[in-house]
């Protein structure tokens, strides 16, 4: 298994590897911002948008690969207000469901925290899904829970969920 960085035109070229990794998961229940319906387009849409940050330096985008197949991506958004330069926030942590439980959520979160170290950031945020897999594994990985909203989000068939936010000092 390899964790890395793409840059911009990488990440470009791997829009189809990262659509497929947020359709399988959207289709497996995950909450991350999309309906049920997801369709490639609009998956391929947002892959876009992500691969022009990336380019333009506000945001890192890693990856897991295996035998040359994308299973996993997450993010740190590093292009923050004036008055937040030191903080990050990761983004779209996702493991396709055939590379899950081999360990490349906490090797992704591991290389996310070492991306926004590199780009002089001291603190990170996210959000996640109340009591979801991504709660359990921020949690075994030393993040605080700051606080919890109730129904802040829907899941992927509708149905309203809880959201945890969440930090960690990475200094």
């Given at each position: 298994m390899i964790i890395r960085a793409l840059d911009g035109v990488e990440a470009r070229a791997a829009v189809p590897a990262l659509s497929g990794?947020?359709?399988?998961?959207?289709?497996?229940?995950?909450?991350?911002?999309?309906?049920?319906d997801l369709a490639p387009a609009e998956a391929e849409a947002f892959w876009h948008g992500v691969a022009a940050d990336v380019a333009g330096g506000?945001?890192?985008?890693?990856?897991?690969?295996?035998?040359?197949?994308?299973?996993?991506?997450?993010?740190?958004?590093?292009?923050?207000?004036?008055?937040?330069?030191?903080?990050?926030?990761?983004?779209?942590?996702?493991?396709?469901?055939?590379?899950?439980?081999?360990?490349?959520?906490?090797?992704?979160?591991?290389?996310?925290e070492d991306a926004a170290r590199a780009a002089g950031k001291r603190l990170l945020t996210l959000d996640t899904v109340t009591d979801g897999d991504g709660h359990r594994l921020y949690r075994r990985l030393g993040w605080q829970v700051a606080g919890t909203i109730p129904d802040y989000a829907l899941g992927p068939e509708g149905g309203p969920c809880p959201t945890t936010f969440m930090w960690k000092r990475i200094s």
């Open positions: 990794i947020l359709m399988d998961c959207v289709a497996g229940g995950a909450s991350v911002s999309f309906m049920a506000g945001r890192a985008l890693l990856v897991a690969q295996d035998e040359g197949r994308l299973l996993g991506t997450v993010q740190v958004i590093l292009a923050m207000p004036p008055n937040q330069p030191h903080r990050g926030e990761i983004a779209k942590m996702l493991v396709h469901r055939d590379g899950r439980r081999r360990g490349l959520g906490a090797a992704l979160m591991g290389a996310a």
